[in-house]
C-alpha cells in the first residue's frame, strides 16, 4: 500500500499541475480541445477520492487488502486510459481516444465496483 499512497500523492500534484497548464500555458486548437481537456482534467480529479479510499481500506483492514489493490490497479489504469488519451487528444499529439477512451472509463466503473467489494471486506463477519 506503500507504492499507492506515492502514487496518490504523485497523480494529485500531477492533476493540479495539468489543471494550471490548461489553464494558463497550454496553446488548445479550438474550444473542443478545451473542453475535452477539461472532461480529462475533471476525471483525473474524481478518481484521486476512490484510489486513496482505496489505499485506506488496504492500509487499515489488511483482511480486504487484496481487494483494495485489485481496485487501485483497476482505477489506475482506467485513469491512464481514459484521462491520458483525452489529454493527448486535446493538445493534439495523438487521435487515439477510440478505443482507449471508451475501455478507460469501462476500466473506471470496474474499479468502482471492486472498490465496493474490498469495503465489503471490511465489514465484520457474522
Same mark, same amino acid.
Request: net charge neutral; aromatic share 4%; proline share 9%.
Given at each position: 500500500m506503500r507504492i499507492l499512497w506515492i502514487l496518490l500523492g504523485l497523480l494529485g500534484l500531477g492533476a493540479v499541475a495539468l489543471g494550471a497548464y490548461g489553464s494558463h500555458g497550454a496553446a488548445f486548437a479550438d474550444a473542443r480541445a478545451q473542453d475535452v481537456f477539461d472532461t480529462a482534467l475533471r476525471y483525473h480529479f474524481a478518481h484521486l477520492a476512490p484510489l486513496g479510499l482505496a489505499a485506506l481500506i488496504g492500509s487499515l483492514a489488511p483482511a480486504a487488502g487484496r481487494r483494495a489493490g485489485l481496485a487501485a490497479i483497476l482505477l489506475l489504469a482506467g485513469m491512464a486510459l481514459f484521462c491520458? &488519451? @483525452?489529454?493527448?487528444? #486535446? @493538445? +493534439?499529439? #495523438?487521435?487515439?481516444?477510440? $478505443? @482507449? #477512451? $471508451? &475501455? +478507460? +472509463?469501462f476500466t473506471l466503473m470496474a474499479g468502482w465496483l471492486a472498490l465496493a467489494w474490498a469495503g465489503l471486506g471490511c465489514l465484520p463477519k457474522r
Open positions: 491520458g &488519451s @483525452l489529454y493527448l487528444r #486535446a @493538445l +493534439g499529439l #495523438a487521435e487515439i481516444t477510440n $478505443p @482507449l #477512451a $471508451p &475501455s +478507460g +472509463g
